[in-house]
Each structure stands twice: as C-alpha cells, then as structure tokens.
C-alpha cells in the first residue's frame, strides 16, 4: 500500500486556543480508518483540514507525496475526495441533479452523468427518489442521497464526518451495511469521525485516536481495543471498569495491584508503588455462586449484587467486591443464578484480562 | 363622502381611457425605479454575499452600518445627493440635477441597502457548512457563490421585493433630485403629491391607484417566483 495522504507538524488554533497539534498522519492507499476521541478533541478540525476546507495555521498536507497548494492546487486535489458531513447538506433541487451536481462540474458527457448517478442511487436503494425534491424526502433517505453523491464522483478518499449520527438506530444499521458493501465493492479508501464503536467496527479496520488535540494512539483497531493507552479509549472500546490502583509487588512479569482493598494480579512490568489504571472488559470476568478453586484465574472474590441490568440478550451485573466492577451474564443464566440486588456471588477473571497503564 | 367617490370615478375615468399624461409618469416611474432596483439588486447581492462569506475585522461593525442604513430617512440621501450634483458640487460638471439619472442615483442608493441587508441575511440563513459542502464537491469559489445565491433565491427575492417597494413608494428623495419636472422627471409619487396640493384629488387617486396596481403586479410576479422555488 502507499501513501494516499498524509500530514505533517499540523497545528490549528482557535481564539489561541490549540485545537489540533498533529506532527505526523499517514493514511494508506485502500485502508479504511476510524477517527475518535471526546467531544472536542479536533477529530472534524482533522478531517477538514485533510481535506483543506479548514485553515491551519501551520503544517503540510501531501497527497500521493506532493505538496497540496503547491506541487497540486487545493482546488485539483479536492477534485479526488468526497466529504460527507454530519448534516445531510442536500441542495434544494432534485435527488438526481443533487448526485449530479459533483460531476457536472468535472464537466461529464450528459450520459455519463446519467449512468454515474443511477448507479450510485442503486448502492443505496433510491432510484425510485431520483426524480423527488431533496427537501421532499426524509432523514435517512437524505443521509443515503449524499453517500450516493459522494460516491458517484469515484473519489480516491472519503471522508465521512459522522454521518450516521442523527439517524435512528435501524436506519442507521441499515445504511451502514449499503456503504461496507459499496465500500468493498468499489476499493474506496475511507476516513471516518465516529463517536460509535459499532460504526468504527463495521467500516474501519485501523483507528487514531485523539485527545485535547494531540494523537494518543493508532494501529489496528482490534488491537488499539485489546490494548487501550487511556481511559477514553478503554470506555469507547467496551471497558467499562476502569480501577485505579498501586502497584504492591512485582515479579516476573506479573505484578499485584492494589484496588481499594482486594489485590489483583494482573500481567505487566511496573515498578512497585508506581500507579496504575486497570481496564477489565465485562466479558472476561467470570460469576458462580460458589468459588471456584480449581479455577486457573489468578483473581477471585467474593462480591454482592449491586445491579442487574438487562440489555438486549444479557444483563449488565454490576457487584462490588471491595471495589466496583461489571460483567454481562446471558439471560438464561441471570435466571439459573437468579442474580438480584444483594445476591451474594463469586468473580474470578484471569491476571491476563487485566491491562494496566501508568497514570 | 362625495369628494372621495368622485375622485374615484374620476380615476376610473382617466385610467380606462389611457390619460396620456398618466401613461408617461408611470412609464417613467417604473423606468427610473426598476433601473435603480436592477443596480441596487447588483450591487446589493454582491456587497452581502461577500460580506456574508468573509470573516475580517469589523464584520459586525459592518453590518450593524448596512442594517442602520436599510432605514436611512430619504430626504436625508435626497439632501447629500442634491448637494453632490449640485452646479458647484462634486460631481456639478456633469449636469445630472433634475434629470431621471438623478432619481435613479438617489433611488438606488436607498434600495442597495435593503437588498445588502437581506442578502446578507439570507446568506447567513443558510447551513454554515453548504459552503464546505460545495467546494468539497469540487466547485470552485465563484461555483460555490453561486450555487449559495441559488439556495438563498427566495430570500434574495424577497430582498428584490423590498428594495423595489422601497423605492417606487419614495418620494422625498425623488422630488428633491428630480425636481418633478413634468414630462421629464415626473414620478407617480411626486406628481400624487403635487395634485393632491393642488386640491387635484381625482388624478391624484388615480396616481395613487396605478403605483398600487404597480406593486400589486411586481409583487406577485415575484411572489409567483418565489413559491415555485420551493
């Protein structure tokens, strides 16, 4: 894969204030790529200034390794991109000069307009909507005729700027599976703002991560999952239980920590007294009403109920066994243990689902 | 009673049978105000787009004047631009005082204004990110200009609408520039004026009743318009 575009020693201020500080980003030919972060940690400003409609104040931007405002204008290079943004930003004309609109200021023949548009339409079911106003018709068709519009220019990048986020859930589920198929059908390379890990998971393989601007972590989205470098990354990813705690031994490659007044073993190389996060995912952690000792899980307590959460097919069980944690139970088994408020329980879970980093 | 059921007859009278003297004040009424509208129209849309679209210092500062201006009394423009195009003012060599030219500079700068103001306005009104939209797609600025006067075309109509109503309806300004000069700079509000003083009341209701007529039918052509964009 080569270099499609990439940034260098980007910064963006507002009212002095840093909004993005980026020394380097390099998204690959074909890759399709995850942006997330808090709210306010410049993942738009990002995005917009990949595809310069944003300002910075310092910084480079290289397509295909040229220098974009000198070596290709802003205006050639943003003829190989599409941007679809958080609102549908239709023009008030048809559903078919809407998608033709890109094309006819490349100055395409009429009959290539004409296939281009019907065949983006057909990605996404809305053929039938060519003819229609854009303000005659609704939210999720309206979010679908700007993902036709963004692809009917064959794009070599598409940026997509949540563009799920204000769809209802089955609409937006639906959406997303047209585009993954498109996607794969057409080779697209992608970048996508999302505050959705389902969305991330479904169109992306690699992910950034930002905070309060700067890069925090990047790679392989199950891998940046698996191995969180901070809190917001270890929540966005399905960890609910995040401990902090002091390292009180250490030896090796397992070390103890000290949460509230359990010691948990966990996996790792801290030195003693040194302080730590623990991110435990809800799925590693193990429920019985009795204790296990045949169990190879280093970490077993016995805890109380404090919550049983019903979502979708399983239960949230929330227990505190001198300190908070969480697990999902499937719905037979909440019924099997008939876990309640106050049941008392056994948690165990391995010193390997256990990952730590210093604070 | 009897005066204004009389004047109306009277009117009628004069309309239905094609007054000549009428004929060519409202011809010249609707020359000078539609020129004056037409530049306003250029000049204004120009001016708002481009104040609407750029961020410099002292934008609002800007606009707090366009929007003040939207209101300027017309006796007060009519007295600058007298004072301008007077024998010995600035532009006095060109000898424009009480010509139709006059009212048109006069009218035109009340309605540039109004239609600055709206058009601002209805640049404004429209989604911030349309512009980004646009030129993501690949317009270029003078493509994205465009494409957002086309999405903002009902209220820039209405802008149109105002800035026409502003002046067809004037009279300060027109009577002081144009000096009501009959047969040459004569307007249907001017001549309204000077036959109703006159004790005139019959053309005077007739007058009256035509630059109604007058902004009844440009209106709704451009009301017509305007629905249709929807």
Redesign the interface.
Known sequence: MSHLISLKDVLVKKDKRMILALDDLVIQEGSSCAIVGPNGAGKTTLL?CL?C?EKMNAGSIFWRGKLVGRDISK?DF??K???V?Q?A?L??MTVFDNVA??LK??NCSRKEIAGRVMRSLEYFGITDLAKRSA?AISGGEAQRVTLA?ALA?EPEIL?LDEPFSSLDAPTSEKIILELKETIRRTGTTILLVTHNKLEALNLTRDIIVLESGKKVQAGDIAHVFQHPATEFIALFSGIDSVLSGTVVESRDGMVGVKIADRVVMAVGDFAVGCYVLAFIRPENISLSLDAISASSAKNNFPATVLDCIPVDYYHKVVVNCGFSINSIVANPTVAQLQLKTGKQVFISFKATAVHLVST | MDLIIDGLIEAIRLLWNGNSEVFAITWLSLKVSGTATLISVFLGVYTGVTIALSSFWGKRAVVVLVNTCMGFPPVVIGLVVTIFLWRSGPLGNFGLLYTPTAIIIAQTIIAAPIVTGISIAAINQLPEKLRLQALALGATRLQMVWLLIREARLPLLAAIMAGFGGVISEIGASIMVGGNIKGHTRVLTTATAMETSKGNFELAIALSIILLLLMIVVNSVLTTIQMKGR
Request: aromatic share 18%; net charge positive; hydrophobic share 45%.
């Open positions: 917009m595809s409609l205006h943003r003829r991109i599409s941007v943004f609102q930003l023009f008030n609109y890109g200021l490349r303000r519009r220019l940026f």
